[in-house]
Structure formats: C-alpha cells, structure tokens
C-alpha cells in the first residue's frame, strides 16, 4: 500500500500565477495517477483528480480562470476521473473553511465566494463521478471515522 500526500511546496509557480500553478500541479497529479494505475495494493491519497477538476471549477468562476484554460484542466484530468475505486470527499462549509483558514490577503465576500463555488464543485463531482462518497459534515469525527471506514471495507 502507499500513502501520496499534496506536495504544493514543488510547484514552480506562485499561488498568485493561478493558472499557471493549478495546470501543473493538475498534470503532476495525473502523472501520479498514471503511475498508480494497475497496481495491485491499496492507495491512499491525499487530494487528487477529483480536488483539482473541483478546484478548476471553482477557479473558472472565482478566478477568472477562462472557459479555454479551465477545459485545459478538464483535459488533463478527466481521464482520469473514474480510475479509482473508492473517493472519500469530506466537505466542510464555506464559513467553516473561511474560519479555519483566515487568509488575510483575501477579501472576506470574495474568498467565501470561491469556497462556496469549491464546495458546489464537489457535489457536482460526487454526483456525477462513480466511487465518489461525501461524507456527511454533521457526523462527529468518531462517526466519520467510522463511515469512512464501512466505506473503505466496501471497496477492498
């Protein structure tokens, strides 16, 4: 089994370029799928397809990210969008996310825009992608825990 986690730290461009920084990163992260596809064991990732399809999403209409260059990500991604077996999304509401992440270099109205577009992207993404399993946000951890696990369980 292995464990991928998010390595935005290897990105060459800066969160501001974000065209730039999220098409790389999409094509690393179907690099990294292409190298996990038929392989055997278990794989845990830690973000992938799925986030970065979200994110480009979320982009195009908080961004400004344009139709052309958000179709650049889909391109890259989609193909691998029905690969994996089994997708744990946890969602968290805006306001909740906004709280925790406090980005002081962002408006408030602007930034819980884009977290309400991210959020709507990954419930369109769940319901349109097979193996894609929300985990209901009202659960305690304990609960999510456990849900995630049944889920797991399900899918080895």
Same mark, same amino acid.
């Given at each position: 089994?292995? *464990? ?12 501001? &370029?974000?065209?730039?920084? #999220?098409?790389?990163? /999409? %094509?690393?992260?179907?690099?990294? %799928? ?8 278990? %794989? ?9 399809? +979200?994110?480009?999403?979320? +982009? ?10 958000? &179709? @650049?990500?889909?391109? *890259?991604?989609?193909?691998? /969008? ?14 909740? /996310? ?8 962002? #408006?408030?109205?602007?930034?819980? #825009?884009?977290? @309400?577009?991210?959020?709507?992207s990954y419930q369109q993404l769940a319901a349109?992608? /097979? ?13 999510? *825990? ?11």
């Amino acid at each position: 089994s292995g *464990v991928h986690c998010e390595r935005f730290n290897i990105v060459p461009y800066r969160t501001e &370029q974000y065209y730039q920084y #999220n098409f790389w990163y /999409s %094509q690393y992260i179907a690099s990294r %799928q292409e190298q996990l596809l038929g392989l055997s064991r278990l %794989q845990f990732c830690d973000r992938g397809v799925l986030d970065r399809m +979200a994110y480009g999403r979320g +982009a195009k209409v908080s961004w400004g990210v344009s139709e052309l260059e958000m &179709q @650049s990500y889909m391109d *890259v991604l989609t193909p691998y /969008s029905e690969t994996n077996d089994l997708t744990l999304v946890f969602l968290t509401s805006p306001e909740i /996310s906004y709280e925790r992440r406090r980005a002081p270099k962002l #408006n408030p109205a602007f930034y819980l #825009n884009f977290l @309400s577009n991210l959020y709507e992207s990954y419930q369109q993404l769940a319901a349109n992608c /097979s193996g894609v399993r929300i985990v209901p946000e009202n659960m305690s951890l304990d609960q999510q *825990v456990e849900f995630s696990l049944a889920q797991i369980r399900e899918h080895i």
